[in-house]
């Protein structure tokens, strides 16, 4: 096996054979190249690299690489990003495409961070040798198996009290709502700019991470969502009170596993809890399509998501060291020495 290093801007060469590849391990579609690569192109500092790594019968591993500091390198990550940017054969040897991979960086390379990682996916290593992980964050995934009306029942009865209260109270009230599910790539495009601007009235602004149309995550977000929804591979969930927008959610999807990539509401439609009115109109919905598996979540775990589901997972960071004597000493300073990997 050989890798081979490109600039970042010969990316679109590639889109068939990384493609290829995330069909044939993950197939997720945030690792498919309409994602990745608008990802890179809208979030991207310009600096990245393309890792290609071929075996005797095609690329077997394929990787945007990020410069962090002198010898440490870690995959893309960007707002928007859930998992890190890596793909590989399943069959083919993680340490043996690590190895490869430090001989061929520019540079002497030490440390290589894998980070974001799903260990539905990809089993965590042992700590030993020459690799040590760090927790990353835990996440859950609501499992769409049976029926509606099982899953519904399943719910504690307190918070199904919630709900109806909720649509009792807008009911008494004569204040109409609506559920929207938007599949079409133009009506998804307008959905993500209203999703947009919905986010950016909210709390999230303060921390400068809300998607706006006019912003960079929100050029991306329209853009790549368009791309899967000429696809049927692109969901945006809405929910009206009266003429307002009161909750959305983006989703992108392969037919099987549905990703939750951003959601938002109306603050001023707190007391109703509009995002989960929504919530229980698109399962009703999911489950009514029949083919859809589950619902991924890939953010931090939150408090909201205990009603959903009780499917909860630790996602990691894997740090791959030069020598395993390296690995050894981070370990042991770690805290104490401001030199450390991106993966912590």
């Not at 490869?100 to 540079?107: E, K, S």
């Not at 083919?291 to 960071?317: L, P, S």
């Amino acid at each position: 096996m050989k890798w081979t290093i490109h600039p970042i801007d010969q990316l679109s060469r590639f889109e068939t054979t990384w493609r290829n590849l995330n069909e044939a391990g993950t197939d997720l579609p945030v690792l498919d190249p309409a994602y990745v690569f608008n990802l890179v192109t809208y979030l991207g500092s310009g600096r990245e690299l393309l890792a290609v790594c071929d075996g005797t019968g095609g690329p077997v591993a394929m990787a945007v690489l990020t410069p962090k500091k002198p010898g440490v390198w870690a995959v893309f990550e960007a707002g928007g990003c859930p998992l890190g940017i890596w793909i590989n054969d399943p069959s083919v040897d993680l340490d043996s495409l690590i190895a490869g991979l430090f001989r061929a960086l520019p540079g002497f390379a030490v440390l290589v961070s894998l980070t974001r990682r799903d260990p539905d996916l990809t089993s965590r290593p042992r700590d030993e040798g020459w690799v040590r992980t760090v927790d990353y964050i835990s996440t859950s995934r609501i499992t769409l198996s049976g029926t509606f009306e099982a899953y519904w029942a399943a719910r504690t009865k307190h918070f199904r009290q919630n709900i109806r209260t909720s649509r009792n109270r807008l009911k008494r009230d004569g204040i109409e709502t609506r559920f929207v599910v938007l599949t079409d790539p133009d009506a998804v495009a307008c959905a993500v700019d209203a999703y947009g601007v919905l986010e950016s009235s909210g709390w999230k602004a303060e921390t400068g991470n809300a998607l706006h149309p006019t912003n960079a995550q929100g050029r991306f977000f329209r853009e790549m969502m368009r791309l899967f929804a000429q696809r049927n591979q692109a969901l945006v969930s809405q929910f009206w009170v009266g003429d307002q927008l009161a909750a959305s959610d983006l989703y992108v999807h392969n037919q099987r596993i549905l990703i939750n990539l951003r959601t938002s509401y109306n603050e001023t439609f707190k007391h109703i809890s509009p995002a989960e009115l929504m919530r229980e109109d698109l399962l009703g919905y999911l489950y009514g399509k029949g083919h859809f598996e589950a619902i991924e979540y890939y953010g931090e775990y939150m408090k909201w998501q205990k009603n959903w589901t009780d499917h909860v997972r630790t996602m990691y960071h894997a740090n791959y060291y030069r020598w395993p004597v390296l690995a050894r000493f981070h370990q042991a300073t770690a805290g104490k020495t401001k030199w450390r990997g991106e993966a912590r």
